[in-house]
């Protein structure tokens, strides 16, 4: 497992793509927090805190997410060179395991140069440092899970066909259904109590709470659960596949 996740690394830092998603993340989140009029400009909401971050990377990710992800499997296939890795003395969950780390690695190292953000924002208060740290930790706790169930469905969506596009697409797709269905869903529906029922099938139901700095056991295990279940039907895909 172990080799395959050094292989992924290495790829994604051995071609521009690694360093363009994570300077695409870092720009786009630069440009609508401090640059870009709008609801989640900081100098506009008018409150030094790091919410309007917090509503912007799950939608940013979305996108990105995808962007890593779709040539895990896609591109194996295509090339030919994953006939090779299940063949070869490794099993097919280690596969996908090293797979997964890679992918989230970069979807870490892209995370952590926001932390400047909360320096910026301490010093942006009427008094510094001003600002919850149970509220910043609990939503970078929380960014880092749905970040795992985002590449887990990506990975998923890689071995669905061997073009790359389609894949990027259908990452898209789910990743949005997953974060957002759930809660355009529960609009549809009058009774509150439906639609609070509907809402807790969403990631971004599960995302907010953890976010208010209250770490949750059900929030916990339901990004680990949803995670869990498209590697799952990762492993089950890759074992479909012709030898």
Request: proline letters at 2%; charged letters at 10%; hydrophobic letters at 55%.
């Amino acid at each position: 497992m172990f080799a395959i996740f050094k292989r992924e690394v290495r790829s994604f830092f051995t071609s521009p793509i690694g360093y363009l998603i994570v300077g695409s993340f870092l720009l786009l989140n630069g440009l609508f927090l401090w640059v870009f009029k709008g609801e989640y400009n900081i100098f506009d909401y008018g409150f030094a805190d790091l919410s309007n971050f917090f509503l912007l990377a799950p939608w940013i990710f979305i996108f990105l997410v995808p962007a890593i992800t779709m040539k895990s499997f896609s591109e194996e296939r295509k090339m030919g060179t994953l006939e090779l890795l299940l063949i070869k003395p490794i099993s097919v969950w280690k596969l996908v395991l090293g797979k997964f780390w890679g992918a989230f690695l970069l979807c870490v190292i892209a995370v952590v140069p926001t932390i400047v953000y909360v320096f910026a924002i301490s010093g942006l208060g009427m008094v510094g440092g001003n600002y919850d740290l149970g509220v910043v930790l609990g939503s970078y706790f929380g960014l880092l899970f749905l970040m795992g169930c985002y590449v887990s469905i990506g990975i998923f969506a890689s071995t669905l066909s061997d073009n790359q596009i389609i894949a990027f697409l259908a990452g898209i797709l789910v990743c949005f259904l997953i974060f957002n269905g759930f809660d355009a869903a529960a609009s549809l529906f009058s009774n509150g109590e439906t639609q609070q029922t509907i809402q807790s099938l969403g990631a971004k139901a599960h995302f907010d709470s953890i976010a208010r700095g209250v770490i949750d056991t059900r929030d916990l295990v339901y990004f680990i659960s949803l995670t869990l279940l498209f590697l799952y039907l990762t492993f089950q895909r890759l074992k479909q596949l012709p030898r």
